[in-house]
């Protein structure tokens, strides 16, 4: 007879893992590397090292490393807030009737409310190994500005946030939250940088994008000495980082015997999916054990089910190395969906590979619906969603629906990456009615494909 599984099922400190998991080693097809614009070679550790932390550029180029020990002081970090609970969601299946077993993994246990910390303290901790002065990055919805805003003050550096405008306007609080921590927030695309005043007079009036805030922040990094940049998502280096997140879920459902049939993420740069599908993807890679795997994406920002598969700039600026990806183009300027943290116009090289390889599945969905689903979820289950995670929680639902028309018994489990007490400006567009649907048209795709990059040998 299996155990009875708890609401929450919680490891033991002791039972937190000491090790990274990099998916790349163990990808038949890895990754196409990041190229030199100019020259189209291959980057090297030493081309990126003058942007990023050393220490990070070795992991953001390592494909052979299966595992990679976790520094002792971010471990010690980590403590403050995980393990984090893997949750039954018993209150939903029984709203919904289904016979589906439904988990998710709650990563909102933090100030920063969302999964981003992970990744946070680890780049915060190797910028500040190196001698550091500070880092620049930039942020969308702001769960990842706070996060290396909080990583940041625990460790003396100082921290430069360009935020996406939209969200800058959208989410005061948030803002407020950072600059708590001791962050400089500045709204992108602004003045204070050669990039984002091209852009300003390119797009006058733009709420801005997180490729407009990407080019900024890197400009702000490389302009001045003693600082790198950092990023919260899209990186092989953030998808190492945040494969905590899969570890601990594998270790507590292994506890009570589980084994997930549909792994369920949110995707716009990629760090959230990753993280969670990590170890399980790796069992399905190594031909242990099998997984439906599915990213979900807003209708208005589709990289992976309407975008195009090739080398791409990162940043909107141009100014940053081309990355093979899933992408609707570096141009692209998307609409300001209220999950700002899923406006960015392309998906990590990890992540778009495995797709191409069919290793996983994308879906994308209409913001009405990703807001119907999160007050489902929130009267149920009693936690207020961020929109990105809401996606997810959509497609779990979904999936659960059907579970209940077919009579199969499948387990789902899903990445709930953080709360949404900061985003009660959508919440409450939902509410009065005035929230709109936007799907791109097939010519915004084809107007920021036409302007993918033409260097040698890419793109061809």
């Known amino acids: ?84 609970p893997l949750v039954r969601a018993y209150c939903l299946e029984k709203y919904l009737d289904t016979p589906a077993k439904i988990y998710y993994k709650f990563e909102g246990n933090n100030t920063s409310g969302s999964h981003k910390l ?46 996406v405008k939209v969200s800058y306007e959208q989410k005061p609080f948030r803002r ?4 708590t921590y001791g962050a400089n927030v500045t709204p992108s695309p602004s003045d204070k940088t050669q990039v984002g005043r091209k852009i300003l007079a390119e797009h006058p009036g733009t709420g801005g994008s997180l490729g407009c805030a990407i080019s900024e922040a890197v400009e702000a990094a490389v302009s001045q000495e003693g600082y790198r940049y950092v990023l919260g998502s899209v990186l092989s280096q953030v998808m190492l980082h945040q494969s905590i997140i899969g570890l601990e879920s594998k270790l507590a459902l292994d506890k009570y015997g589980e084994k997930p049939d549909i792994i369920i993420g949110c995707a716009g740069g990629g760090s959230n999916l990753g993280g969670l599908i990590a170890p399980f993807m790796g069992e399905k890679l190594r031909g242990e054990a099998d997984y439906r795997i599915i990213a979900v994406e807003p209708a208005s920002c589709p990289s992976f089910t309407r975008g195009t598969y090739a080398y791409d700039f990162c940043d909107t600026g141009a100014i940053c190395p081309l990355s093979k990806m899933y992408t609707l183009g570096s141009s692209f300027m998307p609409a300001p969906n209220h999950a700002g943290g899923l406006r960015y116009h392309g998906m990590s090289t990890v992540l778009s590979q495995l797709y191409a390889d069919g290793y996983m599945e994308a879906t994308s969905r209409k913001q009405t619906e990703i807001f119907e689903a999160a007050e489902q979820f929130a009267r149920v289950e009693g936690i207020l969603p961020a929109p990105e995670s809401s996606h997810a929680i959509r497609v779990a639902i979904d999936e659960a629906v059907k ?4 009579g199969e018994e499948k387990t789902i489990l899903f990445g709930l990456t953080g709360t949404g007490y900061f985003d009660m400006y959508a919440y409450e567009a939902f509410h009065d009615g005035k929230m709109e649907n936007y799907e791109l048209k097939e010519e915004e795709i084809a107007a920021s494909i036409a302007k993918l990059p033409k260097v040698p040998g890419v793109n061809a």
């Open 176 to 179: 407020e939250v950072m600059r």
């Open 403 to 406: 579970c209940r028309e077919t």
């Open 118 to 163: 992970n990744s946070a303290i680890a780049q915060a901790y190797y910028a500040k190994k190196q001698g550091l002065k500070g880092v620049t990055t930039e942020t969308g919805a702001g769960q990842w500005g706070t996060a290396l805003s909080m990583a940041c003050s625990y460790l003396g550096l100082d921290c430069q946030v360009y935020m």
């Open 1 to 84: 007879m299996s155990k009875e599984i708890p609401y929450k099922i919680y490891l033991k400190e002791d039972e937190m893992p000491k090790q990274w998991y990099n998916v790349r080693a163990h990808m038949k097809n890895k990754p196409a590397p990041l190229l030199d614009a100019a020259t189209g070679k291959a980057l090297k550790v030493e081309d990126l090292s003058g942007v990023f932390c050393e220490e990070l550029a070795k992991q953001e180029l390592d494909n052979d490393t299966a595992y990679i020990d976790i520094p002792q002081e971010i471990i010690d970090f980590y403590k403050m807030y995980r393990p984090a």
